[in-house]
C-alpha cells in the first residue's frame, strides 16, 4: 500500500503542473476502494473508466464490472443512473463508460448516454439537456446547471430547460488527470483488487 500511495502521489504531482503551476502541493485522500458500497453495489469486480470531481471534491465517477460493456453513473453516496433506466421519457440504451462526465459546485450529476443507436444525448441527473448527435462531445456542467458543449457538432451553452444552444463556448485546454476550476483533482486507479479513486485537493501556501 505504501508503494501504491508513493506512485500516486508522484503521478498526481506531475500532472499538477498543467494547472497549478504557482502551488503543487497537494493534500490527497482516498475516497473509494474496492470494497467501498454504493447503493447496495460493492466494487471489488469493477473498473472505473471516467471521473469528474467539483470544487468542494465531490466525486462523480463510471464504474463497470470487468466483464461488462455497459456502464452506472455514480457518485459517492448514490447511484444516478443504469442503462435500461427511463429518464425524462427516454430509455437509456447504453452507457458507455468511457463517455463524458460532469459534476457541478451544486453536486449535480451530468452524463452523455445513447438512448437509441446513433443517438447520443446529455443528461443532467435525471433530465435531458441535450442531443448531440451520432458521437459524444466533451462538456462542462455550469453551476445554474447549464452544459457547455467544448467540440463538434457545435460549440456552445445549452440551457437546461429547452435544449437551445444559446451561444459559442470557449474551448478550454484538456488534462490529463480530471479538476475542477479550483484545482481539485481526482486519480483513477484500477487494481487486480478492485478500483480506487483518490481526490487531490491544493494546499494554500
Known sequence: MTTTIQVLYTMAMAATLSFAQSSPAYSFKTVLT????????????????????????????????????????????RKVAAQGDSLDSKKIAYLYPQYPIAINNDGLVAFEAEIAMFDVAIFVERHMSARVGVFPVGFALHDNGEIVLHTSP?????????????????????????????????????????PYLIVGTPIKQ
Open 34 to 77: 474496492p470494497d467501498t458500497v454504493i447503493g447496495y453495489h460493492a466494487f471489488r469486480y469493477d473498473e472505473i473508466l471516467n471521473a469528474a470531481v467539483n470544487d468542494r471534491g465531490e466525486v462523480a465517477f463510471m464504474s463497470r464490472e470487468k466483464s461488462a460493456t455497459n456502464g452506472t453513473v455514480y457518485t459517492l453516496d
Open 154 to 194: 457545435v460549440d456552445g451553452i445549452v440551457s437546461r430547460e429547452s435544449g437551445e444552444i444559446k451561444g459559442l463556448a470557449e474551448h478550454t485546454p484538456l488534462s490529463l488527470i480530471p479538476h475542477s476550476q479550483n484545482g481539485v483533482i481526482v486519480i483513477t486507479l484500477n487494481s487486480l483488487n478492485g
